[in-house]
């Protein structure tokens, strides 16, 4: 069953000029967690904030949670929790006044749906008579999935949780999102700018200039790469990246953190591409045969 | 209406986190009715004047006696000619100059009329003219005076005599005050709920809001009913202030000024609300908002009597509601006027509240 389905969506902004999203066709299914990966810019707020009902499409239909966006927003209102990229829960009032504020809002009270944020709210409690200001950046972040958790809702939408948290903040959060799908069979739409996140979703769609590159399983999308992909390593990495691109037999090169990842052709050998580096001056030459990451298949699907 | 409780829980909870808003509550009302109409008054008085008496007789010294005497001015200098007096009056330390010629008191009882000059710095206009005023008091009153005692046909053209209705003594402060607490109104519950409503837009705590079943209706109103129960209670407490330091009441009915004061509190926040539903930042918010209160404030009759202004500007001011709070608000506390007799004041007042606040929940959108 899908708890989102989205059909030929559209959305331009400045009067047409700039095309935020250009016709996004997408499900997700009930109980899995979707991550919407692609840069800054992608489209990915946009397409949130339709589905929060925040903004309306030019053009297309959305679905959530069986209600239409446009026409039955309340209805989806009701239904769903979102946590938008920007802390944005009441500063000025304390952590357990945050929550409970929340709670009532949605006619519920934290004693009903405690249960739901226990595991994430435990950690937050010694400090709920603190304000949402004095908090660290993880712990603001804990507090704000509570909120959005807070009401039970049918599926949570969380707009970027990871960017600027610090990578064991990063990691428990997403150990919480495993533990709320387990545990509750909570549908969870995660948007975020790090490839390296997109493992932990079931399935995930790579984005990009307002449209979908691919949308498959972190796997499937892996496994669909076919090129030969090579991680190169040499004493001076800026000039090999520029050897790298005008050298026959390589088709793509970039630099990957420490080393540059190239495909090549089918033709191209390990001790031929040594000797070709070695020609131009390369020194302290490493090759390796690698599997592809998720990086190295947007940047593949990119081109 | 369950949650527009929690809405307002919450409001208050935030309203009172800092010090510097409830502080705010009590200094405006306290600043605007205690300290303003000190200091604004139009009452003038130490005006500096400078005699040159060429005739040097007893007429002519009783009258400089009756000018310094009368306590409205201070006699700075008695100059021999008028260019050492003209000399006082461009460096500033005089404003009025009284010349009486030589022959003064012959003239005056041979031919029953004496001529003297007065010579008055006009750079402040209101200042000039009143002091003017009262110097040709002085002196009629003087005249009078001579009349009688030698009973000869010196000429008193007419005998003025003014009674002032409904503040026998010209005092400045029943006028003021009721201006001043429409003023400090409009301030706080203009410039408030303004603010608080985009700061939420600018943190993003709307965002969370809108994602949220609470209706437009109910937080708009989560928004104003705080500085609703706030105004009022600015309203009591000026009136405590103006009773209490200045002896000034209401002469007619307290509940009267409340009512009035209340259906333009509604005005003035509705208006604040729809200033920010149309900003995105709260420097746009405060600079509009400044826009309205100065317009508002200068075309209200706060300064200037409406009655005194051109034509078609009387009629522009009717678009400012802070217009109708004044005129009634002066209307019931000098006059004691009846709620009938304020209906034309009344009826307008209400419409454009009812207007407003339709405005302030319609102009705010929760999807774009």
């Known amino acids: 069953m899908n708890i989102i389905s989205v059909r030929n969506l559209h959305k331009t902004y400045n009067k047409g000029k700039t095309q935020a999203l250009k016709g996004v066709d997408f499900d997700v299914r009930q109980g899995e967690i979707f991550g919407l990966i692609g840069p800054d810019g992608a489209g990915k707020t946009t397409l949130f904030r339709i589905l929060t009902t925040l903004l309306l499409p030019d053009s297309g239909t959305a679905q959530v949670d069986g209600y239409d966006v446009v026409k039955k927003y309340k209805d989806i209102r009701r239904h769903i929790g979102y946590m938008p990229g920007r802390f944005s829960l009441y500063q000025d009032m304390t952590v357990e006044e945050n929550l409970t504020f929340f709670a009532t809002v949605f006619n519920t009270t934290i004693q009903e749906n405690y249960h739901l944020v226990e595991d994430i709210y435990k950690q937050i409690e010694p400090f709920k008579h603190r304000r949402a200001s004095k908090l660290s950046g993880g712990m603001k972040q804990k507090l704000a999935l509570s909120c959005a958790l807070i009401h039970a809702p049918h599926v949570l939408f969380l707009d970027e949780p990871t960017t600027g948290v610090d990578p064991v903040s990063r990691k428990e959060f997403w150990e919480m999102l495993q533990k709320l799908k387990t545990n509750f069979h909570l549908s969870i739409v995660v948007s975020t700018p790090y490839m390296d996140e997109a493992m932990q979703c079931d399935r995930i769609a790579l984005m990009q200039g307002g449209e979908f590159l691919t949308i498959d399983t972190p796997q499937g999308i892996i496994e669909s790469y076919t090129d030969r992909l090579w991680s190169v390593r040499s004493d001076n990495m800026h000039r090999l990246l520029t050897d790298l691109r005008k050298m026959e037999g390589v088709q793509t090169a970039f630099a990957f953190g420490e080393s540059h990842h190239i495909t090549v052709d089918a033709s191209l050998t390990f001790d031929v591409f040594r000797q070709k580096l070695t020609a131009l001056g390369h020194q302290e030459i490493q090759i390796e045969e690698i599997t592809p990451s998720i990086e190295d298949c947007f940047m593949h699907l990119q081109n | ?368």
């Not at chain 2, 007429?59 to 200098?77: D, M, P, Q």
């Not at chain 2, 003297?116 to 005076?145: D, F, W």
């Not at chain 2, 943190?203 to 109103?221: D, Y």
């Open chain 2, 1 to 368: 209406m369950k949650v527009l409780k929690y809405l307002l829980i919450k409001e208050y909870k935030q309203m009172f986190r800092g010090y510097l808003i409830p502080i705010l509550f009590v200094l405006v009302p306290f600043a605007l009715t205690n300290l303003v109409p000190r200091i604004a008054t139009q009452e003038v008085s130490n005006l500096d004047i400078a005699v040159i008496d060429n005739d040097h007789s007893s007429v002519s010294k009783r009258l400089t006696e009756k000018i310094s005497a009368s306590g409205f001015f201070n006699l700075r200098s008695l100059c021999g000619n008028y260019m050492e007096a003209y000399d006082l009056l461009q460096r500033g330390d005089v404003d009025f100059i009284v010349t009486i010629e030589n022959g003064f008191e012959r003239i005056l009882y041979r031919e029953g009329a004496a001529k003297m000059m007065l010579s008055v710095n006009s750079v402040n206009g209101m200042k000039g003219g009143l002091g003017n005023n009262y110097l040709t008091q002085i002196v009629m009153q003087y005249a009078k005076e001579l009349n009688e005692e030698t009973r000869n046909s010196m000429v008193s053209p007419m005998n003025i005599c003014p009674q002032f209705l409904f503040n026998s003594q010209l005092n400045y402060k029943p006028y003021m005050i009721p201006a001043l607490m429409s003023l400090g109104l409009i301030l706080l519950m203009g410039f408030l709920p303004a603010l608080n409503m985009v700061s939420e837009k600018e943190k993003g705590t709307i965002e969370q809001i809108n994602v949220t079943p609470v209706g437009r209706v109910e937080f708009i109103l989560s928004k104003l009913i705080p500085y609703w129960i706030v105004g009022l209670f600015i309203v009591g407490f000026s009136m405590l202030l103006a009773w209490k330091i200045h002896q000034v009441v209401p002469a007619g009915s307290i509940a009267l000024v409340f009512l009035f004061a209340f259906v333009y509190i509604l005005t003035v926040s509705a208006l604040g609300i729809i200033v920010a539903n149309y900003s995105d930042t709260l420097r746009q918010t405060a600079m509009l908002m400044f826009f309205f209160i100065i317009v508002f404030a200068l075309t209200s009759g706060l300064v200037s009597p409406v009655s005194s202004m051109p034509d078609w500007a009387q009629e522009v001011t009717r678009l400012n509601p802070v217009r109708y709070i004044i005129t009634s608000l002066r209307e019931i506390f000098l006059k004691g006027s009846t709620f009938t007799q304020l209906l034309p004041q009344f009826i307008p007042l209400c419409i454009y509240s009812a207007v407003t606040m339709t405005w302030a929940v319609i102009s705010y959108r929760k999807k774009q």
